[in-house]
């Protein structure tokens, strides 16, 4: 089985690759731009598990010098990597032509909420048209394959509390351009479903974290922040924004492997929630980081820290992805912090 990976260099992307490098019979693929960091492959690069693929020109002309490319030179048990820009109909066309994958995981995507309030034209257009060129790709190449397109639970939005746990069916009251993106990447999912038989399954994931998550998002923030202080690279103080919302967090490791059962056992065209359906306020996850170290740090509120318009309360009901797929988070998330504190003082000592 020819397995893609779009956003493969990313937080999620890089531990899909790693997941998908476990199983058997698997060829795994990663998209990856020319200016992509190559950070979170770093583990993979180390394991002598990085295969680029590289290009004999800056632009390779046809899907058959693709293919051409990828028999010669991709590597089973590697995770082989190809140039190509989401952006670009036709990098997407000689791509998918030459590596006509079984089955594709859309992750690539502007991902950062606030990010999204100050670039929403450009958050907009990579996360909706990044995907239609894709879609396109496929239906042109005439190619039938299951395709993962991960959503996201910012598209629920602005969440009544007695509308928890959140099914699928609650209305979508997106608060942020990134949540709009996600809710039109939804629609797209469905209607080339509909209309052409894309096998498409969306997973509206609620948030995950672990080793190697950004420091923009709230988690990595303050875990670096906190190893940073370890190091005596900053003062004693934990800098903080919003302390009362509450999330639904998953270990990353745990996600990639709903993301892989959702097209082993899924029904295309279905739309699943994916989280523990356990809330935690913001204030105590910090809590727990702040338990995991002997420094002596304050807290102190940052008003740059605070979101224009923030989702107070996302927590997931994931009983009909369980159903279908018996997907079942397995780390606890008190792990999932230790390691992530863990990946900062590994990374900052390094």
């Not at 199983?23 to 002598?48: C, I, Q």
């Not at 190091?231 to 800098?239: E, S």
């Given at each position: ?215 923009l998002f709230v988690t990595s923030g303050r875990a670096k922040q906190i190893a940073e202080i370890e190091l005596g690279l900053r003062p004693p103080v ?68 605070l979101r224009p318009s923030d989702v107070t309360l996302l927590v997931g009901d994931a009983s009909k992805f369980r159903a279908d797929t018996g997907w ?23």
């Amino acid at each position: 089985m020819r397995v893609l990976i779009t956003g493969v260099t990313g937080f999620v992307g890089s531990h899909m690759a790693e997941y998908l490098l476990t199983l058997d019979g698997v060829e795994v693929f990663g998209l990856y731009r020319w200016r992509s960091r190559m950070d979170n492959l770093a583990d993979l690069n180390h394991a002598g598990k990085l295969n680029p693929i590289p290009e004999e020109s800056t632009s390779l002309t046809s899907p058959e010098r693709v293919a051409q490319l990828i028999a010669e030179r991709a590597r089973p048990h590697q995770l082989n990597l190809i140039e190509g820009d989401m952006l670009d109909a036709f990098s997407m066309y000689k791509l998918i032509g030459g590596l006509r994958p079984d089955r594709i995981f859309h992750l690539a995507a502007q991902s950062w909420v606030p990010g999204s309030q100050t670039a929403p034209a450009l958050t907009l257009q990579t996360n909706i048209m990044g995907q239609l060129n894709i879609f396109e790709a496929v239906r042109q190449v005439g190619i039938d394959p299951q395709v993962h397109i991960a959503g996201s639970s910012e598209e629920y939005g602005l969440v009544k509390p007695e509308e928890t746990p959140i099914k699928e069916t609650n209305p979508l009251r997106p608060l942020s351009p990134y949540g709009v993106s996600k809710v039109a990447q939804e629609m797209l999912a469905y209607q080339y479903h509909q209309s052409f038989g894309l096998r498409t399954v969306v997973t509206r994931g609620f948030n995950h974290t672990g080793p190697r998550r950004g420091q923009l998002f709230v988690t990595s923030g303050r875990a670096k922040q906190i190893a940073e202080i370890e190091l005596g690279l900053r003062p004693p103080v934990l800098y903080v924004g919003d302390q009362r919302s509450k999330r639904d967090f998953t270990d990353v490791r745990d996600m990639v492997r709903a993301y892989w059962l959702s097209l082993e056992r899924g029904r295309p065209g279905e739309v699943y929630n994916v989280g523990t359906g356990v809330a935690w306020e913001i204030g105590e996850m910090q809590d727990l980081l702040l338990g995991m170290t002997e420094a002596k740090i304050e807290v102190e509120v940052d008003p740059a820290r605070l979101r224009p318009s923030d989702v107070t309360l996302l927590v997931g009901d994931a009983s009909k992805f369980r159903a279908d797929t018996g997907w079942e988070p397995r780390i606890p998330f008190e792990q999932t912090l230790l390691d992530l504190l863990n990946y900062w003082r590994e990374r900052l000592r390094g």
